[in-house]
């Protein structure tokens, strides 16, 4: 399959087999109404569906690895971790790459005396970069054991990597999704709320299941957040904001999260670390979508002004 530009083509393509398998496991023909709008009671259901296509960052990262004469190795990188979980994710590749228990690795991240460049642990590259050099620091580590042994007292061993990992062929890379959410419409008071949601993701190979569940499901609440209940007001006379804190902007908190499923496709990508694509900003990505659909299948009306709040829901059906 080509991009919808038809410049290039991706690596693989699985957006169909997200979209079908999702709307399986979603029951889509159950929930979706034919003709939007069309039930008449107060309390009234609808499905919406959204897709994705998200390419990574890209830019420079490094990683060294030191191992001491009491087999522990030290994988030094400079990415941090800001809640996805890089840290152990660095980790599981290493131990992977170096055929060694979890526990003979540590990682070193967040001191400039210590860690190599890294461009950083944004534009969901971490895996995708960082892992690639972590990887050919670990083979040039191999190496380096296989041809001079294991150090000695208190000798270490280092090896280190700056690769620049491209894609053959001049193909892209991409992380497809599609999100499936039915949503109830109290029309007396103009309440919105999600009932169901499914998050379908082919994220290449799955390094480290647990975070990158938690990655998506983060970016499904920022999504969720950002189509019903987040809003930056100002006082028009002033300019002056009135939401200037995190509470007055209706963040969702862990009590106004919905139950969000998660489905992963793992296709066999053949270009990221053991076939791994990007997850990170993927999950928000259709998640506003989603949710805006689902709202025009219950009311059949198309609310595009964010959020969608009571009010608004009220003034539509005025």
């Known amino acids: 399959a080509e991009t919808p530009a038809g410049e290039a083509e991706f690596t693989n393509y699985t957006l169909e087999e997200c979209i079908r398998r999702g709307a399986e496991a979603f029951e889509w023909k159950k929930r979706w109404q034919p003709e939007p709008g069309s039930d008449r009671s107060p309390i009234k259901r609808g499905a919406g569906i959204a897709y994705m296509a998200f390419r990574s960052g890209l830019g420079r990262s490094n990683a060294v690895i030191d191992v001491d004469s009491k087999g522990q190795y030290f994988v030094h990188v400079g990415v941090t971790d800001v809640g996805a979980g890089a840290k152990t994710t660095m980790g599981l590749i290493a131990a992977e790459e170096l055929g060694v228990p979890l526990s003979k690795v540590t990682v070193v991240w967040g001191d400039t005396e210590f860690c190599p460049y890294s461009v950083g642990e944004s534009g969901s590259r971490t895996t995708i970069m960082t892992g690639y050099a972590v990887i050919e620091a670990a083979r040039n580590l191999k190496r380096q054991i296989a041809e001079k042994g294991m150090p000695a007292g208190s000798a270490v061993l280092t090896a280190s990597a700056e690769p620049n990992p491209s894609v053959a062929g001049g193909k892209v890379r991409q992380t497809f999704g599609a999100h499936f959410v039915e949503m109830e419409i109290d029309t007396e008071l103009g309440r919105a709320r999600v009932l169901k949601y499914l998050a379908v993701h ?117």
């Open 202 to 318: 082919d994220c290449g190979r799955i390094i480290n299941p647990l975070t990158a569940e938690g990655q998506i499901k983060g970016g499904v609440t920022m999504g969720i957040g950002m189509a019903l209940h987040e809003d930056l007001l100002y006082d028009h006379a002033s300019g002056q904001p009135l939401t200037p804190g995190y509470y007055g902007a209706r963040v969702l908190t862990h009590r106004d999260v919905p139950n969000i499923e998660v489905m992963f496709i793992q296709s066999d990508d053949g270009y990221g670390p053991y076939g791994a694509k990007s997850i990170g900003e993927s999950g928000k990505v259709p998640a506003v979508g989603a949710v805006g659909n689902a709202i025009f299948n219950a009311l059949g009306h198309r609310m595009k002004d964010l959020p969608i709040s009571r009010d608004k829901i009220l003034g539509v059906l005025a």
